[in-house]
């Protein structure tokens, strides 16, 4: 039952959000704004990511030899060097699971 609340819950705000982003028309944002709407996901997505690799439970810091930090390190490197997202998120994740196991 809860489970089936959570789906129900999940699709309410789904097809909330999709309804006030397809109401907008292409002609109603001017070319400045479209473009400025582009750098947006790339602009949250390093605030979402960066609490969970870089601080611990209290909120410090963690060290350099975190196994977090050392993937996101990995993935990075890949990321740059491959410039594929699929590759860089399967390395990161290889690779954090890969230093939790050698741990």
């Known amino acids: 039952m809860n489970w ?7 699709l309410i705000t789904y097809f909330l959000r999709y309804s006030m982003v397809s109401l907008i028309k292409k002609d109603m944002l001017s070319e400045r704004t479209r473009s400025l709407l582009g ?15 870089f601080l611990d ?3 410090f810091l963690v060290q350099y030899y975190d196994p977090k930090v050392i993937a996101i390190s ?4 890949i990321g740059i060097i491959t410039k594929n997202l699929i590759i860089t998120i399967l390395s990161g994740l290889i690779s954090f699971w890969t230093i939790l196991f050698l741990l």
């Open 57 to 59: 439970n209290q909120g």
């Open 4 to 10: 089936i609340l959570v789906f129900i819950s999940g």
């Open 39 to 53: 750098y947006v996901p790339s602009a949250v997505f390093p605030a979402l990511i960066f609490p969970a690799v």
């Open 74 to 77: 990995i993935a990075f490197l």
